[in-house]
């Protein structure tokens, strides 16, 4: 079984919290750990689906999921825009395996981490509220 735990969202601080989200990234568990776009952010000209970071404590994550799918901030880093628009449509960046990355990927990512440092970004587990089979429960859930 596969599901969602996780959100990360990038957007602006504010007084209450996070407001003016630009992109909510979706992490997906199973035998290993995925990032998507959730729906209703994804843009047209996105050249990623998804992307399987090198492991589940991998302190790239976020950046690498950054880069992948919120190519607008990175525009002024160095061969980024290059390096994105080589992607095909609905690439699939799968870093444990090192299927699908580009090449520069690595020299870029150090780059971009700059750029990746200015952003806000927030994140919240996913923790059922209601509605769901106690079978599919844990310990402390609701």
């Given at each position: 079984?596969a599901?969602?735990?996780?959100?990360?969202?990038?957007?602006?601080?504010?007084?209450?919290?996070?407001?003016?989200?630009?992109?909510?990234?979706?992490?997906?568990?199973?035998?290993?750990?995925?990032?998507?776009?959730?729906?209703?952010?994804?843009?047209?000209?996105?050249?990623?689906?998804?992307?399987?970071p090198?492991?589940?404590?991998?302190?790239?994550?976020?950046?690498?999921?950054?880069?992948?799918?919120?190519?607008?901030?990175?525009?002024?880093?160095?061969?980024?825009?290059?390096?994105?628009?080589?992607?095909?449509?609905?690439?699939?960046?799968?870093?444990?395996?090192?299927?699908?990355?580009?090449?520069?990927?690595?020299?870029?990512?150090?780059?971009?981490?700059p750029?990746?440092?200015?952003?806000?970004?927030?994140?919240?587990?996913?923790?059922?509220?209601?509605?769901?089979?106690?079978?599919?429960?844990?310990?402390?859930?609701?």
């Amino acid at each position: 079984m596969a599901g969602f735990d996780k959100c990360v969202f990038f957007g602006h601080a504010g007084y209450d919290g996070i407001n003016g989200i630009e992109l909510e990234l979706w992490r997906g568990v199973s035998s290993r750990m995925w990032f998507e776009v959730a729906r209703g952010f994804k843009r047209r000209g996105q050249r990623v689906d998804v992307i399987v970071p090198k492991g589940p404590n991998d302190p790239d994550m976020i950046l690498d999921a950054a880069m992948a799918f919120y190519p607008q901030v990175f525009e002024d880093v160095p061969g980024y825009t290059r390096m994105y628009e080589s992607l095909e449509p609905r690439s699939y960046l799968d870093f444990d395996l090192d299927e699908g990355v580009p090449a520069d990927w690595a020299a870029i990512r150090e780059l971009a981490r700059p750029v990746f440092r200015q952003l806000t970004i927030y994140e919240a587990d996913m923790r059922p509220l209601q509605g769901v089979h106690p079978v599919y429960l844990k310990r402390g859930d609701v």
